[in-house]
């Protein structure tokens, strides 16, 4: 007999996990269809379970799972392999984008193209790849699941953006030409050439990976509200950055 509501062969990856009751884990996944979950794994504890050295972060995995209410049941986790295990500030990178993706996603709401952005983070994480490239073509990634998709050739006035003009980029809105203007507050001047090397996906210059994490931090925090983020304050002590 089948079990209600049986999910097979979803591919996915561990976000979190957490002791649950006395054997078991509670752990939350983003699935490539099905997006965020809660899954319990019952006796994964267990020493002899076939889950314990399965069920861990950036780890690719094919999940199958039964169950109607928000809270199901995993049935198997196979690993796929592929991604050398993380560590140090590759590792810390890692779960700053699981905190990412927990607060900011909504559980049971498909998001297929973060999957796929999430994959390529953490194969490019695993690759040593460099970090913060990895990093804001990520957050770029999530923004535009939430519905935010930034726009970095065109002004607010419609125009293409000027690689020698500067431009004031706020929370809300298309980037605004300064001709002089006032900056309001809470906006970064970032100048067109920037704007354009991100257009084309470029991240080849310092200058731009910096406006970049000015950028990313100014969106995300709008829709983080006021909600901290433990990984980037880790991140920011290690690294030196100013918050």
């Given amino acids: ?26 752990i939350e996944v983003l699935t490539r269809d099905y997006g965020r979950l809660t899954l319990v794994a019952r006796s994964a504890r267990r020493p002899q379970s076939t889950l314990r ?14 169950g109607k209410t928000e ?16 560590s140090g500030m590759t590792l810390l990178s890692g779960f700053y984008l699981n905190e990412l993706v927990v607060k900011l996603t909504a ?35 999530l923004l535009a699941s939430l519905g935010y998709t930034p726009t970095f050739d065109r002004d607010a006035l419609g125009q293409r953006i000027d690689p020698e003009q500067g431009y004031a980029c706020q929370a809300d809105g298309l980037p605004e030409p300064l001709n002089g203007r006032t900056v309001v507050a809470e906006s970064e001047i970032v100048p067109g050439a920037v704007l354009l090397a991100l257009a084309a996906d470029d991240f080849s210059e310092p200058v731009t990976r910096r406006a970049a994490r000015r950028l990313t ?6 829709q983080l509200f006021d909600c901290r983020l433990a990984t980037r304050e880790l991140l920011q002590t290690i690294t030196g950055l100013s918050d």
């Fill in 1 to 26: 007999m089948s079990q209600p509501g049986k999910i097979d062969r979803q591919p996915g990856y561990v976000l979190m996990s957490q002791p649950w009751r006395e054997t078991s884990l509670l």
């Fill in 53 to 66: 050295g399965v069920l861990m972060p950036f780890a690719p995995l094919e999940l199958a799972w039964f």
């Fill in 71 to 86: 809270l199901r049941t995993l049935h198997s986790a196979d690993w796929l392999g592929g991604v050398p295990q993380l």
């Fill in 107 to 141: 559980r049971d709401d498909p998001y297929p193209e973060l999957y796929f952005a999430y994959d390529r983070a953490v194969h490019a994480l695993g690759a040593g790849d460099e970090l913060p490239t990895v990093l804001r073509r990520f957050e770029l990634a």
């Fill in 217 to 222: 931090r100014l969106w995300l925090d709008k």
